[in-house]
C-alpha cells in the first residue's frame, strides 16, 4: 500500500511558466516532508523540505506547500526553466526515533523551451 | 567530499548468479540506507543501518536479499540467487544521522539479470 502517492506520471510545461507538482499521503503520523530531484544516471538530489508545523516553505524559485487536513503537498516552481527537466520524488517520514523515509513513485517533469 | 560511491555502476549478470552491489558512505555519516528503484514501485527503501547496525530490514523483499555493514565506511547488498524480476537500479544513500532531512544518494547500480 502506498503510503506517499504522486499520481500523475509526468508534467510539461512551458519554459518560464509554473510547475506544479502534487503530492498526497495516507500516514497521519508523517510530519517531515521532503523533495527529491533526479537526473537521469544520478541518484535523487534533496531540493527542499517542510516540517508539519509549517504551510509553507520557500528557497528560491522553489515553493512546498502543505495542507495538513487534506494530506496534500504540493512543490511549485517558478518560472521553470529546461534545467528543471527531471524526475521529482515526494517523501515523508514520521517523529519516530527510527524513522525512515517513505517515496512516492516520482513525477517526470518536462520544461519546454 | 567524493560524495556516496557505489559499485559497480552497471552489473549484467545470469539468472541464478551471485551479486554483490557495493557501498561507500560519506566519512561521517551514521546511517546508510539500501533503495531500489522500479518502474512499477517507485524508490523502495530496502534496509537500513545506524552505527553500522541494521535498524530496518522490512523492505528486503526476500531472504534471497542480504545486506552488511562491517564497518562506518562500507556496505554491501547481496541478492544469491539473482533472477530477473531483480533488474533495477539500486542506490545507496547516506545521513549524518537517522531523523536527519538530507539524505546524500550514491549514482547508483543498474542492475539486469538476464
Redo the contacts between chains.
Sequence with gaps: DQQVK?NSPSLSVQEGRISILNCDYTNSMFD?F?W?KKYP??????LI?ISSIKDKNEDGRFTVFLNKSAKHLSLHIVPSQPGDSAVY?CAA?DTG??????????ITLSVRP | DAGVIQSPRHEVTEMGQEVTLRCKPISGHNSLFWYRQTMMRGLELLIYFNNNVPIDDSGMPEDRFSAKMPNASFSTLKIQPSEPRDSAVYFCASSRQLRTDTQYFGPGTRLTVL
Design positions: 504522486q517531515y521532503l527529491y544516471a544520478e541518484g535523487p538530489t534533496f523540505s520524488f517520514s526515533a527510527n524513522s525512515k523515509l517513505t517515496f512516492g513513485k516520482g
